[in-house]
Each structure stands twice: as C-alpha cells, then as structure tokens.
C-alpha cells in the first residue's frame, strides 16, 4: 500500500505536456502583423484541415498570451509549397524591436537548408566557436545593421522538401539546446533572457504547423 502511494505520488509530479494550438481557432495567441494595423491586409495565420498555417505574408508574428520559462517544445512543420523561410522565437518580449517588425526575442531558425541557426533579435547568446559561427567579433550585436545570425552545428538535418521536420527547443534558464529531425542542431548559453512569450513568423513562405508542444523541465537532455 505504502509503495503504491508512493507510486501514485511521483506519478502525479510527472511534467504535464501542453498542446500550444487546439485545432480549432487561435485561442491562447494574438497576432502582431504591421501590414494590419491600418488596411484591409489579411491574416496571415489561419487553421486549415486541423493545422496552424502561417500564409508567409503579409509578415509579421503570431505569439502566445502566456510567458513561458524552462520549457521543452516540440513542433512539427513542413513547406507547403515553395521553401523559404520561418521561423520560432523564445523569450519574446517587447513587440516591433527590431526593422519595426521582430519582436525582442532569439529565434531559432527555420529557414530552409538553415534550421537550427540562432538569430539574435535585441537578446543575445553565447555558443562555442563564437567568431566562426558569427563571424568577427568587433561586429557583432543584436540590432540593425549587426551579425545576429550564428550559425548551426551541422547542415543536411531537414527532411525533403514535402515532409515533415521535427524541431525540438528546450529552454532551460539561459541555455537553449535545438534538435532537428533527432541531430544536435544548436546549443546556446547566457542568454540575455530566460523567460518571454513564443512567436512563429510568417517571413515569405507558406508553412504548416501540426504539432507545438510544450512540457515543462527541470534539465536540459543530454
């Protein structure tokens, strides 16, 4: 009897994952999308056949109500049609930092041929091989004008144009570890931010959502 409550008990303490998009509408999202504040521009977020759709333009994001912090999320994506570019942004905060349009955030890439890239978007992180992977040192930073982009850890890791990716970004405190497809993508750490709201881009191409997945943690997985 001892042992089953026990058992019960640590059954209960286990992190509950939480679907980010229920199928159905937008509910728990707003969109921050400039080309709408003053025409008739269309939403480029929509949901078709049960998926979350970013249309590519006009551009712009679609971001979480919440904050979230020390999180795993897994998101399942593919190209509709053209290959182009996306993305997803962790520790996103103050809208419009960036050309008017990013919101203060990092982003893990998404752009075909270059997922796993880390962008900075007025926050900022560490990796190793910096000036390899970011290029000269006097040039880096995180506004206009700056390297921002850091390169990923190795390339071929998207699935063919047509099939679905499995991006896996874990968030722990300041680190941020990326797989893609089940390789090592990326690994950052001091990051200037540890908690924030989570944006997907509509950045040119049309891609769709089919998982985004969110379950708490306590250690980054080795």
């Known amino acids: 009897m001892v042992f089953s409550v026990l058992f019960v008990t640590l059954w209960s303490c286990k992190p509950t994952a939480k679907s980010l998009f229920n199928g159905k509408d937008l509910s728990g999202w707003h969109i921050d999308v400039p080309a709408m504040d003053s025409t008739d521009a269309r939403n480029?977020?929509?949901?078709?056949?049960?998926?979350?759709?970013?249309?590519?333009?006009?551009?712009?994001?679609?971001?979480?109500?919440?904050?979230?912090?020390?999180?795993?999320?897994?998101?399942?994506?593919?190209?509709?049609?053209?290959?182009?570019?996306?993305?997803?942004?962790?520790?996103?905060?103050?809208?419009?930092?960036?050309?008017?349009?990013?919101?203060?955030?990092i982003e893990v890439q998404m752009m075909h041929e270059n997922a796993g890239d880390f962008w900075c978007i007025v926050e900022d992180i560490k990796v190793i091989n910096m000036e390899s992977r970011r290029g000269p040192r006097e040039e880096w930073g995180i506004t206009e004008g700056k390297k921002r982009r850091i390169l990923n850890l190795t390339d071929g890791s998207e699935s063919p144009l047509g099939e679905w990716n499995h991006m896996v970004i874990e968030c722990l405190e300041n680190e941020i570890k990326v797989w893609l497809n089940g390789d090592l993508v990326n690994y950052g750490f001091d990051a200037t931010a540890r908690t924030g709201q989570i944006a997907l881009q509509a950045e040119g191409s049309e891609v769709e959502f089919r998982k985004i997945l969110l379950t708490p943690i306590d250690e980054l997985t080795e």
């Open 44 to 105: 480029p977020f929509i949901i078709r056949d049960g998926m979350l759709v970013s249309l590519g333009t006009p551009a712009g994001h679609i971001i979480t109500d919440a904050s979230y912090e020390d999180f795993r999320l897994d998101v399942e994506y593919r190209f509709a049609g053209e290959p182009g570019n996306c993305g997803v942004l962790v520790f996103a905060s103050t809208p419009r930092s960036l050309y008017k349009m990013f919101p203060k955030s």
